[in-house]
């Protein structure tokens, strides 16, 4: 099932980043640890109650043109939220109390069917009720919290999972889901529509209820696909075109809703920052991926370049030394056929189920080759192995004592796993438990 965005919305200084680390803190990550990640601070999953869902903080998306004043900033933020969120946390400040830039936001959100849940924080004394005059703004009950104290931040969650709608998915689990993303301007529409006018491909109606009706599902040799939209496709026009531009919540939810990623690269203009911050989404969302350099008519090539690429693209994108790199033209169609057959490939990788011998084998392989290393006396001991799950691969590895088994040997477990298994394409992930 796809995870609902849930988007923290509202004046600056109010507290929104200070509930969105509170609401997603303490969460432990536990993809492959490999340096390099760029984070992007804004968004960050989070569960409650066995909820996953996805939290923004829209205070750190970049809308603005500084020279517009804050509320028209603020105003982008609550028309973002309104349309690609599916919960709405609208903070406001119960210290300050109410100001005429609150009821502007109030104004937007009042005209969404989506759910908004109004949050007074800074109370930080429940005794006192100086959040009733927060009822002129329409929204229902104002909810009181305290952010930086985590006080009744448990019955905002309580309430925020209430409210999350459930994302049916639409397709039979032999359909291969694709989302392309990459920055504007890269060339994803001008690929998609490459890719979808290649002479074997059957644009299809897959019956389904579309829950996004910008989804392309299509078939080549018998297989079923779909692509996924991500920012400004094929849609231009509620939302202005400067908004669209950074949906970093359409990429996430796209990102979310695949099996595979095309993550497009200018080739032309390299790999940069916002690349990094991009292709992040799709590591840490456990998602296969294939780095596709798109505009290689552009590039002056001799027999060297494309290693040449490769080692600077491995480089830059240090997190994903696994994902296969792709050098086409949406333009001239090089390489386009190819595509679908790494696609395939790929999400073959990212299903795919080592037995439990086999793994205590390398295991035991592993340990005898190079001895766990000791600490104050204590040794490490790595008992047992075992998949636990797919999409991404996940292991389970059961030790004596968490605390002794140390990065340096972990890397060194990840790496041998890569090594004997493969994995192309497909991030994976270690879960350690501890036994005594
Ligand atoms: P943002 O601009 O909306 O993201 O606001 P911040 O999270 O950066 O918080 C703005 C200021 O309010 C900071 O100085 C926080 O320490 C403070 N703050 C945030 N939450 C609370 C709270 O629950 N109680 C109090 N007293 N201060 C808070
Ligand atoms: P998007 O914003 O990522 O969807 O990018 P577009 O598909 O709109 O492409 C941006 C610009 O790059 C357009 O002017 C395209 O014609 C151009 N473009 C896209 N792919 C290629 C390519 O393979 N080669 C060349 N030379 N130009 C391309």
């Not at 992007?40 to 205070?59: E, S, V």
């Not at 690429?309 to 296969?324: C, H, N, T, W």
């Not at 972990?410 to 090594?419: G, K, L, S, T, V």
Request: glycine content about 8%.
């Amino acid at each position: 099932m796809a995870k609902p965005i849930v988007a923290i919305v509202g004046r600056p200084n109010v507290g929104k980043s200070t509930l969105f680390n509170r609401i997603s803190g303490g969460r432990v990550a536990i993809v492959e640890d490999q340096p390099g990640v760029t984070r992007d601070r804004i968004y960050r999953d989070a569960q409650w109650l066995d909820r996953p869902f996805t939290l923004i903080d829209t205070g750190g998306l970049e809308l603005g043109d500084y020279e517009n004043p804050f509320s028209d900033v603020v105003r982008k933020q609550a028309q973002l939220a309104i349309e690609e969120a599916d919960l709405v946390l609208f903070v406001v400040d119960g210290k300050n109390g109410l100001t005429a830039e609150d009821e502007k936001i109030a104004d937007i959100l009042r005209r969404t069917q989506k759910p908004v849940l109004l949050v007074v924080n800074k109370i930080e004394d429940f005794s006192k009720n100086q959040y009733m005059e927060f009822y002129a703004l329409g929204l229902g009950d104002p909810i009181p919290v305290s952010a930086s104290h985590g006080m009744n931040t448990g019955d905002l969650l309580d309430m925020v999972v209430a409210a999350l709608p459930e994302i049916e998915e639409d397709y039979a689990p032999d359909v291969i889901k694709i989302a392309i993303i990459g920055r504007p301007n890269v060339g994803k529409s001008s690929l998609t529509n490459a890719m979808l006018g290649q002479e074997r491909v059957i644009v299809s109606d897959i019956p389904g209820t579309t829950r996004d009706a910008i989804d392309t599902p299509f078939e080549r040799d018998g297989k079923h696909y779909v692509v996924i939209d991500t920012a400004g496709m094929r849609r231009r026009g509620k939302v202005e075109e400067a908004i669209e531009r950074y949906s970093v919540m359409r990429s996430l939810r796209a990102v979310d809703r695949s099996d595979v990623v095309l993550m497009v690269i200018d080739a032309v203009e390299g790999v940069t920052e916002q690349d990094k911050k991009i292709a992040g989404y799709a590591h840490e969302g456990g998602k296969g991926c294939i780095l596709v350099l798109n505009k290689w008519d552009l590039v002056q090539k001799d027999d060297k370049t494309m290693q040449r690429y490769d080692k600077v693209i491995r480089s830059e994108l240090g997190f994903m030394q696994y994902a296969p790199t792709m050098y086409v033209s949406a333009k001239t169609g090089q390489r386009l056929p190819k595509i679908l057959e790494i696609v395939d490939f790929v999400s073959e990788q990212t299903n795919r189920r080592i037995s439990t011998s086999i793994l205590n084998e390398l295991l035991a392989d592993i340990v005898r080759v190079t001895p766990p290393p000791t600490d104050k006396g204590r040794k490490l001991k790595i008992y047992y192995a075992t998949q636990a799950s797919v999409k991404p691969p996940t292991f389970v590895l059961f030790v004596n004592d968490e605390e002794l088994f140390h990065f340096s040997y972990r890397r060194h477990i990840q790496n041998r796993f890569r090594e004997t298994f493969g994995f192309e394409g497909s991030p994976i992930r270690f879960i350690i438990r501890q036994r005594e």
